[in-house]
C-alpha cells in the first residue's frame, strides 16, 4: 500500500475478481468514501500538531472543513475542487496550487490564516502551474469554515450549467470571490464583538 500525494491510498496489484471484496473491507473500515477530486479530498500538512517547523495547525482547519461538507451530495454538487492547507510556508500542503489555498502564518505569537484562490498544480483539471492568490490579510481559525463557505457560495451563484470552480473563478475573476472571503471576516468579527459585549 502507498499513500498518494494527494494523500489518499493506494492498493497496487488487485486482482479485478478481488475488487468487490476489497471495497467491502474497505467500506467497513471506514476507507470508502466516493470524495476523490472533492472538496474534502484535500491535501493537509500535519502542521502545528506535528511538526515544530509549522506556525499553525492544519489538522483542525481540515476536520472542521471536513465537518461541514459531509453530504456527498452536495460534494458531488460541487465538483472537482483542488483545497490544499500548509501549516507554514515550508508548503508541504502545497497550499500554493490549491484552487483554494489555507496557510497558517504567524500573528503576534498566534495562529492565523492566509486564503488564496486560483492555484493549479499543472493537472488535466486546473491547467498550466500558477500560484494561487490572497484574498486579503489574513484570518482566525473560526472564521476559516466561514470564509470558505462564502466562497463556494460564491461559486454556486456565478457558475454556468457543469462549470467547475476553478473555471469559474478564471471565467469571472477574483474580486466577486475576495469580496465574499472578506465579507465573511467581517461578519464573524461583528458577531464576536454582540457575543463579547453581551457577555
Not at 471506514?30 to 500538512?45: E, H, Q, R, S, V
Not at 472571503?181 to 468579527?189: D, E, H, L
Request: hydrophobic letters at 35%; charged letters at 25%.
Amino acid at each position: 500500500m502507498r499513500v498518494t500525494h494527494e494523500q489518499n491510498l493506494l492498493l497496487p496489484w488487485v486482482r479485478c475478481d478481488e475488487l468487490p471484496e476489497l471495497w467491502r473491507a474497505a467500506r467497513k473500515a471506514g476507507f470508502a468514501k466516493p470524495n476523490i477530486k472533492l472538496l474534502t479530498d484535500m491535501i493537509a500538512c500535519p502542521g502545528g500538531d506535528f511538526c515544530s517547523l509549522a506556525n499553525a495547525r492544519s489538522i483542525p482547519i481540515a476536520e472542521a472543513i471536513t465537518e461541514r461538507y459531509q453530504d456527498l451530495d452536495e460534494l458531488h454538487d460541487l465538483g472537482e475542487i483542488d483545497l490544499h492547507i500548509s501549516g507554514c510556508i515550508n508548503s508541504c500542503g502545497h497550499h500554493h496550487s490549491g484552487h483554494i489555498g489555507i496557510l497558517g502564518v504567524d500573528k503576534d505569537g498566534k495562529e492565523w490564516y492566509q486564503v488564496s484562490l486560483g492555484g493549479s498544480d499543472g493537472s488535466t483539471l486546473s491547467g498550466p502551474a500558477v500560484p494561487g492568490k490572497a484574498v486579503g490579510p489574513s484570518f482566525s481559525a473560526a472564521e476559516v469554515p466561514e470564509v470558505i463557505e462564502a466562497v463556494l457560495e460564491t461559486y454556486r451563484q456565478q457558475r454556468e450549467g457543469g462549470e467547475t470552480f476553478i473555471a469559474t473563478l478564471r471565467r469571472v475573476g477574483a474580486e466577486p470571490f475576495k469580496a465574499a472571503a472578506n465579507g465573511a471576516r467581517f461578519s464573524a468579527t461583528r458577531t464576536e464583538s454582540a457575543e463579547t459585549s453581551a457577555a
